[in-house]
């Protein structure tokens, strides 16, 4: 499954301020005749289990369709809870398909409040925290592959696990399914199958699925009987309300312990990007006045590699006490197109997620946060990876409040690695040269300095045994003329297969990127596969700029410009190894069409 | 609109034959030899006979291609949405077309290209879902299986699959039918008997109901019509619905699987179901994979469609040997859907996207693609040349 739903806000703008009218502060209830008698084949009430919603803006905004009972439970959000990202998705649906009318200040409060009190707890949200980051990633639900499946057939799997419901609310959320899309319960969606157990699907009615399972030799039951299994609608929402239930201890403990983090003051800010390298520098937090959880950062960082100084201002909101939500602003180069995911650990000292932006939120920085009071702290290195048997290597050291004398004794890279000299020194990076015996061990070293330990922060090898392409699986989207298009960019890794070297072993090692040729390769995946003449290019940077979008008169069946290629990084080695055979390593790319629909939350930054 | 885009190899190279013999200062010999091989090359073009192809697309219309010439020669405008399912009358005067949402039913008068009707049962806040349709040979009701979902104030509410028998010029429900065996099904595959007077329900087991009170009458279970044929699984309909056009009144062809009982090797066959008699003929034509059947016109020959990923394959079933005859890979393309035409020559390659592939039934060699302006969205119905045009409800 590959986590996804990225952002297409040029097309569509269905952003929660487009659709919000301002003029109406109450929520219009439906016509008339679309208040109908309450269904008869579920359970109406809300559990006895439902959190009561206490938040006057809520009962107001959300009162006249949702009743609250004599505990203060409003039927349907009593019972569930949900991350920031899926209830600002629930308010842009109640807006657009049920014709709510709330201004956007009420949305906003609507979504903060019941990210504060129908939330998920740190451990439950630290897991799919990928989700809101916007990661294009592999991932499947283990706890049922049947149920991944079944989900992730149109949406991220990320977007199921952000939620936690009663048995019923899960059975509601599959009605809503169902109501709103037609085939979903055929062929197209998967919720119900007509065969007999274990029969992998039988027949679908007079449709595709039926006749290709029968065909591919299930022994489906071809009259449609579905009463004698259980359909894997009903298995999805057992495996749902047994392993994402409403109630949960880790949530009765978070929602008792949760409080206003105390974010006020400097940070050292360490991240990585892909294709640019290294970034450190430093961030400073302050509270954000008039905002419930808010916070206004500043920061300034280098990208080690090229030396380039960015500055970066936000505005954040914190969820449920731990979940920053933030975006780029106040910049006259940038008017907000950053966006910031991160997970504010529960001891207050570090906070880690990304930063991303463009067109499908496709550029991004992996950023950690650590506080910074009177002590040195260590951030890192512009190096990754330090070679046997060499010296005088130069290695940056970033930080902050680093002293202004330093011995070579105060740095310690760990055994085999000696810091011969100090060549500068600065509140926030010392530059040192560094010895690597020849009998080093190969392997990481944490970096210690002045009581300050990153661990790890460089690693020892002897030689570059392979190279790898990250990641290992790219998108790309086609785009330009109406759509947006996403590019890709690529990395070359060095590996070194470590002490026993043996590749895809426990002790290989991660060099760091490392300098490659790039270029595209046919993936042949259809006879007369042509895909590398339409897809797109390859820069020598790594990065993989698609086609334009729509039909290509030029393709048998005017067909876009998509499909899939290797990416294959080439790696001459240098120095004593020039004559080496080059190292080869391959990615492949999928290139696919622009989204045409945008699901994405992104009111939560604001 | 619509290209056909043919090879044309043959008239190339009568025109270089042509030119050659002109060049060799014998004019009107090569005028001659030019004419023939045109003539020639018209003679050994491979069509489809001289039916009439109805194809539903995006957005709102059904094709209707001339088989003889490729090309369309006219449209059907639905009324009631994208079309999503055609449903072709046992007399082929009528489509009854399902459009996209599930809601609208449309009846298309074929001769006259008009629409006699549309009808939905939805209303407020309560989608009805017509799953499937099946009318009475006389059109004058139809059963469906229909499900409802019920928009609530803050929910929505699923009903039960319902199957019932709606009153075509009424334009209400009869009668809700009891499920057979008293148990819900998610599809059902039915089919009037041509006199109207029983009901079908296809499955691995045939349920039959007399249609006064739709009481079920009889059952039979495929699998027990011989010892020893172990778990017969039936596959009734491709892609778009079941099509009966090529068999004849109370027969059904379709492709079975069945599995043996001591190495569990499940293999498909072709089935003949004589629905009168309660007879079933069938043998095996190999491992079951990805294939379907469909009946050629001669009921003599059917021909297979073996659709993996990256591998396709035409088969050719000699009806009367009851036996494979030959099978051959082609280029094929992802997610494709097969019918024969009204003469059997040519096999229609279609399904996802706007072309219809042609291919020489005999020798399974590609011939012309017919491109449509838009994709396709619903089976496709080859309809022999008939006499009579408009139907009567």
Known sequence: MIARGRVLAVVFSLSVPALIVARAQAPVPPPASAQPQR??????????????????????????????????????????????????????????????????????????????????APEEARGIQFEAERRLIDFTYEGDKDTNTLCSRCHSIGRVLSERRTKDEWTRLLAMHRYYYPGIDGASGGFRRGGPPGTGGGAAGRGRAGDQAAARGGTGDQSGRGGEQEQPMDKARDVLSRAFPLTSKEWTAWSAAMRTPKLAGRWALAGYQIGRGPVFGQLTIADRQGVADGFTTESKMTYSRTGETVSHKSRAIVYTGFQWRGRSADAPDDPGTWREVEFIERNGQQITGRWFTGAYDETGIDITLRR???????????????????????????GANFPASVQPADVDFGQGVRVSRIVSTAPDMVTVDVDVAATARPGPRDLSFGGSTISPSVVVY????????????????????????????????????????KPNTADDLDLGPVTVRWNLEEYTATFRDDDIQFVGEIAQSGLFTPNVEGPNPKRSGNRNNIGDVWVVATYNSTGADASAKPLKARAHLLVTVPLYMDWDSREVGK | ???????????????????????????????????????????????????????????????????????????????????????????????????????VVEVVDIGTRTTLDTFKLSEGNKRVRINSIEPDPTNRYAIL????????????????????????????????????????????????????????????????????????????????????????????????GLDTVNDEPGFLTTALTVEDPVQHRRMIG???????????????????????????????????????????????????????????????????????????????????GHTIDLYDAATYKYLRTIELDGDVTTGFFVVPRQTGTSATR
Not at chain 1, 375 to 384: L, R
Not at chain 1, 462 to 472: G, L, S, Y
Not at chain 2, 54 to 65: A, E, S, T
Request: aromatic fraction near 6%; proline fraction near 4%; charge should be positive.
């Open chain 1, 39 to 120: 269904p008869q084949t579920q359970n109406q009430g809300v559990s006895d289990d439902g959190i009561p919603v206490t938040d006057p803006i809520v009962v107001r905004a959300c009162g006249s369709c949702h009743t609250r009972d004599d505990k203060q439970r409003m039927t349907r959000i009593s019972d569930r809870r949900a991350t920031p990202e899926n209830w600002e998705l629930t308010i842009r649906r109640m807006i657009s398909l049920n014709h709510v009318q709330l201004t956007p200040e009420v949305a906003r409060a609507v979504i903060k409040s019941l990210s504060d009190s129908h939330g998920l």
């Open chain 2, 145 to 240: 299986l229909t499900r409802t979902a019920t928009k609530l104030t803050d929910r929505v509410d699923i009903g039960p699959a319902t199957l019932q028998q709606y009153d075509l010029k009424e334009h209400k429900v009869l009668r809700t039918i009891d499920w057979p065996d008293g148990q819900e099904r998610d599809n059902a595959n039915l089919m009037f008997s041509p006199d109207g007077k029983l009901l079908y329900f296809l499955g691995n087991e045939i349920l039959i109901f007399e249609t006064g009170n739709f009481k079920q009458v009889d059952k039979w279970e495929l699998s027990n019509i011989e010892e020893g044929l172990g778990q017969v699984s039936a596959t009734f309909g491709g892609f778009g």
């Open chain 2, 270 to 352: 072709m089935g003949r179901i004589d629905l009168n008699k309660k007879d079933l003929d069938f043998y095996t034509l190999g491992p079951a994979g990805g294939v379907t059947i469909v009946l050629a016109p001669d009921r003599q020959h059917a021909y297979g469609l073996e659709s993996a990923i990256g591998r396709y394959e035409f088969w050719t079933i000699d009806v009367a040997q009851r036996k494979l005859t030959s099978r051959a890979e082609f280029a094929g393309r992802p997610r494709m859907a097969m019918k024969t035409s009204s003469n059997g020559k040519v096999l229609y390659i279609y399904q996802a």
């Open chain 1, 372 to 398: 910074v009071a009177t002590d040195p702290v260590v951030s890192g290195t512009d190096v990754s990876a330090l070679k046997t048997s060499t010296s005088n290597q130069r290695v940056r050291i970033y």
């Open chain 1, 462 to 501: 002897t030689k570059i045994d392979n190279i790898k392409v990250v990641p290992v699986a790219g998108l790309a989207r086609v785009g330009g003329v109406t759509f947006p298009n996403r590019p890709e960019q690529f990395e070359a890794r060095g590996v070194s297969y470590g002490a026993d070297g």
């Open chain 2, 1 to 103: 609109m619509m290209r056909s885009t043919a090879p044309a190899r043959s008239l190339a190279l009568a025109l270089a034959i042509g030119c050659g013999a002109l060049v060799a200062g014998a004019g009107l010999a090569a005028t001659n030899l030019l004419a023939q091989s045109k003539s020639a090359a018209a003679e050994n073009r491979i069509t489809g006979g001289n039916g009439t192809l109805y194809i539903g697309g995006y957005p709102n219309l059904v094709w209707i291609i001339d088989e003889a010439t490729e090309k369309v020669i006219g449209t059907i405008h639905t009324k009631g949405g994208i079309p999503r399912r055609l449903n072709l009358t046992r007399d082929k005067k009528l489509f009854y077309i399902i459009d996209a949402t599930q809601e």
